[in-house]
T-cell receptor, first 113, second 108 residues
Framework: EPEVTQTPSHQVTQMGQEVILRCVPI?????FYWYRQILGQKVEFLVS????????KSEIFDDQFSVERPDGSNFTLKIRSTKLEDSAMYFC???????????FGNGTRLTVT | GQNIDQPTEMTATEGAIVQINCTYQ??????LFWYQQHAGEAPTFLSY????GLEEKGRFSSFLSRSKGYSYLLLKELQMKDSASYLC?????????FGKGTRLHILP
C-alpha cells in the first residue's frame, strides 16, 4: 500500500537555526498538510496546501514557517529560526481529494536545544 | 471557532465493548473522522461520517448526529492491541481539526 514518507525521522537543532522537514506524499494525492504534536498533547493543524498554494493555515503557522512543493513529489516545511517551543513531532499528511481521509507519515521528531 | 470534546481516558476489558463519545461545536461542518494513534506513532484512519447515522467497519462502528453535534466510536470484541488513543477530528473547509484524544486502556 502506498504511504507518505518523511525524512529525517529525528532532527536535533540549536535555537535560532533553520530546519527543513521533508515529506513525499502519496503520488496521486492532491491535498497536503502539516500537523504537529507536542509530547503528550493533541495533534495540531498547521497548514493545508492545494494546487501549489496554501489553502488554510492556523495561528501557529506564523512568518517563521513556510511550505513548498519544489517538484512533483516533495512537500517541505521550513522553520526559519527555531525556538525551544517548536520541539514537537511534525506529521505530514496527504489525501486524494477534498473530504477524503488523511494519510499520515511517520513523523519527524524535532528537538530544539 | 471550534470546540471538540472527548473523555481523556477510558478503561475496558478484553473482549468487551466500549463507546467513545465526541461532541463538537463548529461552523461550516463538513464531516467527522475517527483516528487511532498508538504511542509514538502516526494517527491511522478508522472512519469518516458526513451524514447522520451509523457506519460499520468490522469491529469498529462510528455514529454521527449533525443536529446534536455528537459522534461516537464503538469498538467491539476488544483486543489488547486496541490500547491506544482515539482521536475525533472535525472537517471544516480545508482544515481537519483534532480533539485531544481519548486514551483507551484494555485490561486482560
Amino acid at each position: 500500500e502506498p504511504e507518505v514518507t518523511q525524512t529525517p525521522s529525528h532532527q536535533v537543532t540549536q535555537m535560532g537555526q533553520e530546519v527543513i522537514l521533508r515529506c513525499v506524499p502519496i503520488s496521486n494525492h492532491l491535498y497536503f498538510y502539516w500537523y504537529r504534536q507536542i509530547l503528550g498533547q493533541k495533534v495540531e493543524f498547521l497548514v493545508s496546501f492545494y494546487n501549489n498554494e496554501i489553502s488554510e493555515k492556523s495561528e501557529i503557522f506564523d512568518d517563521q514557517f513556510s511550505v513548498e512543493r519544489p517538484d512533483g513529489s516533495n512537500f517541505t516545511l521550513k522553520i526559519r529560526s527555531t525556538k525551544l517551543e517548536d520541539s514537537a513531532m511534525y506529521f505530514c499528511a496527504s489525501s486524494e481529494a477534498e473530504g477524503r481521509p488523511l494519510h499520515f507519515g511517520n513523523g519527524t521528531r524535532l528537538t530544539v536545544t | 471557532g471550534q470546540n471538540i470534546d472527548q473523555p481523556t481516558e477510558m478503561t475496558a476489558t478484553e473482549g468487551a465493548i466500549v463507546q467513545i463519545n465526541c461532541t463538537y461545536q463548529t461552523s461550516g461542518f463538513n464531516g467527522l473522522f475517527w483516528y487511532q494513534q498508538h504511542a509514538g506513532e502516526a494517527p491511522t484512519f478508522l472512519s469518516y461520517n458526513v451524514l447522520d447515522g451509523l457506519e460499520e467497519k468490522g469491529r469498529f462502528s462510528s455514529f454521527l448526529s449533525r443536529s446534536k453535534g455528537y459522534s461516537y466510536l464503538l469498538l467491539k470484541e476488544l483486543q489488547m492491541k486496541d490500547s491506544a488513543s482515539y482521536l475525533c477530528a472535525v472537517r471544516r473547509d480545508d482544515k481537519i481539526i483534532f480533539g485531544k484524544g481519548t486514551r483507551l486502556h484494555i485490561l486482560p
